[in-house]
């Protein structure tokens, strides 16, 4: 456990030196949620009952979805894991004592945490700080909060747990780029990443609500906006970690099914 740890730790505090990709992506991500409210205004302006969240709900998802976008976006990949995939110098990972599933996995975690640690407060920030109806508005009290951390955390297991799948198909087809595309594509939009999930019709927003991507962002922000509370944010957590296990476990046993067939050619 120890050795997971420390890679964590160097990767961590190696994303941490990319300050300038940080203020770049704090300005990309509160122009998109100034964006993505003013687009929401206006329906909202035309009949407010029409629609499942408030209004003050949708914009506090907005801004806390930019705010950790790194932790939740399941488009993000880590290039040079792929690469050691296609080039062959995973060989050189599978000859050290380490699980390689683990090792990637620490790897994934502490590039995407320290990510949202370089950027999420200045974009908390401006939304606290913005005039109504723009205004970013606080959990309603400190157990809201509480269940929203935590939602997250499991959303980050989740979210690299799906990931891992995408890595470990890349065994089989040698090129990412078509799975990488189609899975991210189809995972953003079924995660509410564009939509909220209330917003889709009821019979699809059933189903959707079953499959590993409701477990994934959807959770947290509908929890810190108010959406989802009391038992039924308690329930949420516990479909997370349903499906968080599910998701490991899978991912394991696929990886060490994948791994007995790899081939590595060179010299």
Do not use: D, P
């Given at each position: 456990m120890s050795t997971y740890?420390?890679?964590?730790?160097?990767?961590?505090?190696?994303?941490l030196q990319y300050r300038a990709a940080a203020l770049a992506g704090i300005a990309t991500q509160f122009g998109f949620g100034f964006m993505f409210i003013s687009q929401y205004l206006a329906f909202y302006r035309v009949n407010p009952l029409a629609f499942p969240m408030g209004i003050d709900q949708v914009v506090s998802y907005i801004?806390?979805?930019q705010a950790f976008l790194t932790l939740y976006m399941t488009w993000f990949f880590e290039g040079d894991i792929f690469s050691a995939i296609v080039s062959g110098q995973v060989a050189y990972d599978l000859a050290r004592p380490m699980d390689l599933y683990g090792k990637w996995f620490c790897q994934c975690v502490a590039t995407r945490l320290a990510r949202a640690i370089l950027r999420c407060f200045p974009?908390?920030?401006l939304g606290l700080l913005l005039p109504k109806p723009y205004a970013l508005t606080l959990p309603s009290d400190g157990l809201q909060f509480l269940l929203f951390v935590i939602s997250?955390?499991?959303?980050?297991?989740?979210?690299?747990a799906f990931s891992m799948f995408i890595y470990i198909s890349t065994f089989y087809t040698l090129s990412p780029t078509g799975v990488r595309i189609i899975s991210s594509v189809f995972a953003d939009f079924m995660a509410g990443s564009i939509v909220p999930l209330p917003f889709f019709p009821d019979g699809f927003r059933q189903i959707a609500e079953l499959l590993p991507f409701a477990a994934m962002q959807n959770m947290p922000l509908r929890i810190y906006s108010g959406n989802i509370s009391g038992m039924e944010a308690l329930y949420g957590i516990g479909f997370q970690l349903i499906w968080l296990v599910i998701l490991v476990t899978g991912g394991k046993l696929w990886m060490k099914k994948a791994l007995k067939r790899v081939v590595v050619q060179g010299g």
């Open positions: 740890f420390s890679l964590l730790k160097m990767r961590f505090l190696n994303s801004w806390v979805q974009v908390l920030i997250s955390i499991l959303t980050l297991g989740v979210v690299v």
